[in-house]
Structures are given as C-alpha cells and as structure tokens.
C-alpha cells in the first residue's frame, strides 16, 4: 500500500477524532451541570466514590454504550430498593443524559464525514455503525462528570 | 485558493500564532502571574504530581484533560495536604480557564490577509498552547523552589 493511500485511509478517523475532541470540550459544562445539580449528594457522599470510579472503569473498558447504561440502570434499581430517591433520582438523570450523548452520534458522524450506510431498510446496521462513535463521546462525557463529581466529594460542606 | 498560496498562508499563519503565544508567554513570567501558584504549589505537591500534570499537558489535545486530572487529584486528596489545600486545584483550575479569553484576543488580532485559513477551532489550539506554557512555567519555579530541600 502506498503512503499516499494509506494517509487517505486514516482521514475518515483523524477527522473523527478531530471531531470528538471539538464536541467533548463543548460538552464538559453539561457533565460539570449534572454534577453540581446532585452537589450535595456527592458533597455528602451518598453517592460513594467506588460508584463513580466504577462507572468510569466500566465506560473506558466496555465495547458497549449498553454495558454503562445496564450499570447505571442496576445502581439506580439498588438505589430504590434501599428507598434512595435522590439518587434514584441521580442514576435516572445520569441515563437521561447518556441517552441524549447517544442521540448526537449521527449527527458528529456526519459532521466528521464518516460513511454510514444509508438509512432505508438498514437501520440496525446503521445503529451499529455509530456504536463506536456513541461509545467514544460517551466516555469522554462520563470522563468529565466523573473527575467533576470526584472533586465535589472530597469539597467541604 | 491555489495549493501553494494555502501551504504559504497556512504557514505564515502558524507563525503569527507562534509568536503571539510566546510574547503572551513572556508577558506573564515578566508580570509573574503564577508564582503564588508555583510558591503553593512547592509547598504542597510532591515533584511526581508535578510531572504528571506536565505530561499531561504536553501530550493531550484536550484542555479538559488537564482539568480533569486536576479534578480527580483534589478528589484523591482525603488529607487536603496536596492539591486540594487551599483550594490549590481549584485555583489551577480557575488559572487554565481564563486563559481562554487571552487566547480568543490572539486569534482576533491576527493579521486580516491569514483569515481565509483561520480554523474555527483554532481559539481552542491557542488556549491548549497558553495552558502549556502555563504548566511549564509552573513547574520550571516548581523545581527551582524546591531546589533547596534537595
């Protein structure tokens, strides 16, 4: 394979790369948001650090944008067991976010020129083609809430 | 615009950008912005922490990187010995962000003929430039301060 080809191969990941990095920096102020609007609870500790590391751990080794949600949704049922609304009500925000960052994959994708294939008829392949992207953004978002929330549990009341 | 003319513009371009961010550079260590964050920092961070900001800073291509390290090292602190004394982190933190309306200035007074190459995203790079400069000042006085106990 030529250089040339090869730097022509890489341009698709560079630009989404180049992309991601725009969109995670914009996107840190929503994460330090979600933080400071459960600052008490993280403040306070009720929300324990172990949690939030686990989270970080499971986002940045997980092949799966499913495998976080599935976490997130487990913590927030164990939360309403113990009769924790506040942080059921923690967990439910935190998925509603990870959902929006989910929504925003395709619209990143095709912003970084990447091909996707078209939409009629192939929509699980196209879902799965933007797993990638949407597992990406949502790891640097969970990087930014977790270093936030992490800070906020060690502030003083 | 033809290949050449862009590949001349693109670096004359990177040159403005250079300049302005190392006279920027200087006029803060002239004004010696940072050494009360430098002096904090001797007193209450071991030279490994220091390190690792630096690399941080040096190999990511994100600003958030850098806070984020910051964030969960104030997070670690349980004692409030290392960077969450005195709001230390914070205060780094807070230092890292403002430089971002510096680095807006730059971009805005560079020369009107570059314009056709100018990025959206270069405000961004120039900030990312100026926290660099900042980290490396900081740990240069870092060191020298704690030259003595050595």
Same mark, same amino acid.
């Given at each position: 394979m030529?250089? @040339?080809?090869?730097?022509?191969?890489? !341009?698709? =990941?560079?630009? #989404? +790369?180049r992309h991601l990095v725009v969109w995670?920096? !914009?996107?840190?102020?929503s994460a330090v948001e979600l933080a400071e609007r459960h600052r008490e609870l993280l403040v306070k500790q009720r929300l324990r650090k172990a949690q939030l590391n686990g989270l970080n751990s499971i986002a940045q080794?997980?092949? %799966?944008? %499913?495998?976080?949600m599935s976490f997130v949704t487990h913590q %927030?049922? &164990? *939360? $309403? +067991?113990?009769?924790? &609304? !506040?942080? &059921?009500?923690f967990w439910a925000d935190l998925s509603k976010e990870l959902m929006a960052v989910e929504d925003e994959a395709l619209a990143l994708a095709l912003a970084a020129g990447l091909e996707l294939p078209p939409e009629d008829g192939r929509a699980k392949k196209r879902k799965a083609a933007l797993k990638g992207v949407a597992l990406a953004m949502a790891r640097e978002w969970l990087q930014h809430f977790? @270093? =936030?929330s992490l800070m906020l549990a060690e502030s003083e009341e | 615009m033809k290949d050449a003319q862009r590949v001349?513009?693109?670096r004359q371009l990177e040159a403005a950008v250079r300049a302005a961010i190392a006279q920027a550079s200087d $006029?803060?260590?002239? +004004? &010696? $912005? =940072?050494?009360?964050?430098?002096k904090r920092m001797s007193c209450s961070l071991e030279t490994s922490q220091v390190r690792g900001l630096e690399n941080v800073a040096f190999t990511t291509d994100k600003i958030s990187d850098i806070t984020d390290l910051i964030k969960r090292s104030v997070g670690r602190d349980r004692k409030r010995e290392g960077w969450a004394k005195d709001d230390l982190g914070s205060d #780094?933190? *807070? *230092?890292?962000? @403002? #430089? +971002?309306? $510096? @680095?807006?200035?730059?971009?805005e007074k560079l020369p009107d003929f570059l314009g056709p190459v100018k990025d959206p995203d270069l405000p961004r790079g120039v900030h990312l430039e100026l926290c660099r400069e900042l980290v490396k000042h900081l740990a240069s006085d870092y060191l020298f301060l704690k030259a003595p106990e050595r």
């Open positions: 030529s250089e @040339a080809s090869s730097l022509k191969d890489q !341009e698709p =990941h560079l630009s #989404l +790369r995670s920096e !914009e996107h840190e102020q080794s997980t092949e %799966g944008l %499913g495998n976080v %927030g049922a &164990k *939360a $309403e +067991r113990a009769d924790q &609304k !506040e942080v &059921k009500d977790v @270093a =936030h | 001349i513009l693109d $006029e803060k260590l002239e +004004r &010696k $912005e =940072h050494e009360s964050l430098a #780094l933190i *807070a *230092a890292l962000k @403002a #430089l +971002r309306s $510096e @680095a807006e200035r730059i971009v």
